[in-house]
């Protein structure tokens, strides 16, 4: 027989909810109240989650709890794919070692290694996916874009040379750091971020 745990981990779900189809709207309300509720415990320590969550796709995980409810154990929100691309804007976990374990592995290594999209970070992402990727035998600079390619791939974003003394660019000034803006019209904010692709074609000259 199953204990508690083991049931756990055999009914985990990925769910791909993409907020414009008309089938995906229960699903959606059902787990959005989580999930923004995640987030804005995620970014809390940085001053909030500075960008729209005018998302194109949620990529949700989700587990049963004890009382058999369906409940977000994390998960990652993307934008772009209108444009022809997927950028992950946020990710998101419940705070415990396996909601943390689940996005490291399932949303950060995985869409870096499959190549499925490309990740603007900064701050502490640096270390949660240089961990992430560690634990598979793999290095976070195997992904790293430099400005040019940055600029070849978000033609519509304000993409500028970084400032040496911002205080991300200082801690990993080997980095190729990249300037954009974030938050709604009126109200955006510059920020410094670095790119990262599996997809080889986003490494050809």
């Known amino acids: 027989m199953l204990n508690f745990s083991q049931f756990i981990q055999l009914n985990e779900r990925i769910t791909n909810i993409f907020p414009d189809r008309k089938e995906d709207q229960e699903k959606l309300q059902n787990h959005l ?13 940085i001053g909030g989650f500075l960008g729209s969550r005018k998302f194109d796709m949620h990529k949700v995980i989700t587990k049963p709890n004890e009382s058999g409810k ?24 419940d705070g415990t070692k396996q909601g943390k374990t689940e996005v490291a592995n399932r949303i950060i290594a995985d869409d870096l290694k499959t190549g499925r999209a490309v990740h ?46 911002n205080e991300d660019v200082k801690a990993h000034p080997n980095l190729p750091w990249f300037t954009t803006e974030v938050g709604p019209e009126g109200k955006k904010e510059k920020v410094h971020k670095i790119a990262l692709s599996g997809a080889p074609e986003h490494h050809k000259n």
């Open 70 to 93: 369906t409940v977000v154990v994390g998960g990652g929100a993307y934008k772009g794919m209108k444009k022809g691309r997927r950028k992950l804007s946020v990710i998101h976990h």
């Open 33 to 45: 109240p989580e999930i923004n509720r995640q987030i804005d415990k995620s970014y809390e320590d």
């Open 120 to 165: 603007h970070i900064s701050g502490g992402m640096i270390g949660f996916t240089k961990n992430a990727l560690a634990k598979r035998g793999d290095s976070m600079e195997n992904y790293v874009l430099p400005l040019h390619k940055v600029k070849k791939l978000f033609p519509d974003e304000n993409i500028g040379h970084a400032d040496p003394d």
